[in-house]
């Protein structure tokens, strides 16, 4: 039976992505709490709600540059073998270095829902994720979810494919700043002059990549239509300061976002350090405690 639509399991190492492909597929594919466990990408099948579905597990990225093979695969695959939904696995503990991938496959304009994971280990620290919000922000479908107990999961694949039948509706997150801004805006001109990229390749996307100094990206276009004025392009620019300067742009972009996501629940457990970092911090007792421990010779 062909499959409805195609899955991509994409996400940092070590979020989770695996444990969810086997619940989700019956599939015994190798989960080790260490990063780098999956190295190739795996296939399997679920049926939801009568539906087949084929789920794509692919190794961990950061990011996705072209430094590494497992950045490559992934990227490969997102772009040509053109999953109908890419799901973002996210370890909610760690979000800020997470949302770092989050907001490159937002720039790549991709189908894509966030599978929030690990909601049980967030809770258990007290730190919430308003997770509504952070959907809103970045306009893109966020289920929690824990893969090890399953739970979230039926509401992921509806996620998944409601999301592969309506048109992507991601906000633009990252603002690069008027001078890399204009010179994108210059770069995806030229490329539009080459109809097979054009169709084939997100043109803002690629031209973010190519001034990046992203050798794979530039390679797409080598002897097309849009070789020599891209060339040009890049004559007058230092590829490693506008890479330096997107980064920078794309972390700040994640600073600005987690203060409004974060939550701290209101049934917050207090642990003995908590109370120890209260005591010692507090406005009145903090210097009182420091001069007796100092008098004390600790
Ligand atoms: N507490 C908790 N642990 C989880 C959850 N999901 C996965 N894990 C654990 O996280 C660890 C990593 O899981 P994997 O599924 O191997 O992660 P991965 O993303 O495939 O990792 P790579 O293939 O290395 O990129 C394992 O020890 C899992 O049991 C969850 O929701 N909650
Ligand atoms: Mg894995």
Redesign the pocket.
């Known amino acids: 039976m062909t499959p409805r639509i195609r899955i991509a399991l994409i996400?940092n190492?070590?979020?989770?992505?695996?444990?969810?492909f086997n619940v989700l597929t019956g599939s015994r594919q190798h989960?080790?709490?260490?990063?780098?466990?999956?190295v190739e990408k795996k296939t399997g099948m679920v049926s939801h709600d009568g539906d087949e579905i084929e789920v794509v597990?692919l190794?961990?990225t950061y990011s996705l540059t072209a430094y590494s093979m497992d950045e490559v695969i992934t990227r490969d695959f997102i772009l040509d073998g053109k999953p109908d939904v890419v799901i973002q696995?996210v370890d909610a503990t760690n979000l800020e270095r997470n949302l770092y991938l989050t907001l490159q496959v937002v720039e790549l304009g991709v189908p894509m829902v966030i599978a929030l994971?690990?909601?049980?280990?967030a809770g258990g620290r007290g730190d919430g994720i308003d997770h509504e919000r952070l959907s809103a922000f970045l306009g893109v479908t966020i289920v929690p979810?824990?893969?090890?107990s399953g739970k979230g999961l039926d509401r992921l694949l509806d996620a998944a494919i409601g999301e592969a039948e309506t048109p992507p509706n991601h906000k633009q997150t990252v603002d690069y700043g008027s001078e890399v801004e204009n010179m994108i805006a210059r770069v995806a001109d030229v490329l539009a002059a080459d109809t097979d990229i054009a169709a084939r390749y997100p043109l803002r996307w690629l031209a973010v990549k190519i001034l990046e100094g992203d050798e794979n990206a530039l390679a797409k276009v080598c002897g097309g239509p849009a070789s020599a004025r891209v060339e040009e392009i890049l004559s007058t620019i230092d590829t490693d300061n506008y890479e330096a300067m997107m980064a920078d742009r794309r972390y700040e972009t994640i600073a600005a976002i987690l203060p409004g996501v974060r939550k701290r629940s209101t049934d917050r457990r207090i642990n003995p350090s908590d109370l120890v970092d209260r005591v010692v911090t507090d406005r009145y007792l903090g210097i009182p405690i420091f001069l007796a421990l100092m008098w004390g010779g600790v």
């Open positions: 996400g190492p070590n979020v989770g992505k695996t444990t969810i989960v080790g709490n260490w990063p780098g466990v999956t597990d190794p961990g696995v994971n690990m909601v049980d280990l979810t824990v893969g090890t």
